[in-house]
C-alpha cells in the first residue's frame, strides 16, 4: 500500500505531461499564444525559449522577457517551431513581474557590467544584463549555470546557510533558521518560478536531513518535485528544474562523504566547500550535455567562483530590496557584493 501515493503521483505527472502539452503534427503551422514562464536565452543575433514544449526561436529585437504573453506563428519541426515569427507581444503585468524588473533595474543602475548581469543572473536567473562575451567565458569555463537557474544557486544558498548557522547553533535548529533565510530571499527576488521550486525541493530535503532521517529527505525531494510536475509538467524540460533537483540530490549524497575528507579544513570552510563539491558532482554531466562544450579545469574553476554566490545572493537581495525604498542605501550596500562579483569575473577572464 505505501507505494500506492506514489503511482498514483506518477501517473498523474504522466497524464499531466500527455495532456498540457497537444500532439502537433510534425510540417503543421501553428500559432500559439502562451506566455513565457522561464527566462529567455538571447544570442548574438537571436533569442530563444520554449512553448508548448517547442523550442522558439526570434530575432533579437523585439525583445521579450520573463512573464510577456506573446502570440508566436511556425512549423513544427523536430521539437521546434522553425521560421517563428513573432505575431504579437504583451509585457508581463501584476507585481511580482514588475519587482523582478525593478530589481534588474537597480543592480544595471548600481554596478558596472559585467558586475551588473552577473548580480542580477545569481539573484534573479536574468540573462538579459550579460554582455556576449561574458556569456561565452561562462560557456568556456563551464560556469554558465550559475546565471542560467537560479534554482540551482538556492540550493547552494541553503547549504551555506545551513553551514553557516550550524557555527553557532545545533545543526538540528540550525536548518530551520536557514531555510527561514530561504524563503526570505525568494520573497526579496519577486518569487520567481525556478526560486520557488528550489526553496520548495530544498526545504523538505534539509529539513528532513537535518533531522537524521535521510530516506525521509529523499522521499520529501522526490514527493515535492512529483507535486510541482503535476502543477505544470513543462519544467521537465526545464534547465532550471532539473539543475535545482540534481543539485540537491547530490547533495544528499555525497557533502557527508566529502566533508570526511576536509577535516583540516576550518569547519566553515569544510561546510561550504562540501556543498559546493557535492552539488557539482551532480550537475556537471548536465552542464555538458546542455551546452556541449566542457572545460578540464572546470571543477577547479567552480571550487574557485561558488564559494562567492551564496553570500553574493544574500549581499545583493537584501541591497536590492532596500534599493527600491531608499536607493542611496542600496546602493551603498551591494558595492559590498563587487569584491566577490570582481573574484569572480578575475577568474572567469583567466581561465576562458
Known sequence: MRFVLWIVLVGLVLIRFFTAFPSLPEGQKVRITQKITT???RYSYNQSFNLLGLRVFLPKYPEVSYG???VVEGRVEAGELSDAKLIEKKEGTGVL??????????YEASLPEPHSGLVAGVVLGSKTGLSQNFWEALKKTSTAHVVVASGMNVTLVAGFLVAFTSLFLPRGKGVYLAILGVWLYAFLSGFDAPIIRAAAMGTVAFVAQAAGRLSTAWKGLFLSGLIMLIIWPGWLRDLGFILSFVATASILIFEPRIKKFLVSFPKI?????SVTLAAQIGVTPIIFATFGQFNLLSPLINVLVLWTIAPITIIAGISGVVGLVIPSLGKLLVYLSYPLTFWFVKVIEVFS
Open 269 to 273: 570552510i569544510k561546510e561550504d566547500l
Open 68 to 70: 510577456d504573453l506573446v
Open 39 to 41: 527566462e529567455p536565452v
Open 97 to 106: 513581474v514588475g519587482l523582478r524588473e525593478r530589481l534588474i533595474g537597480f
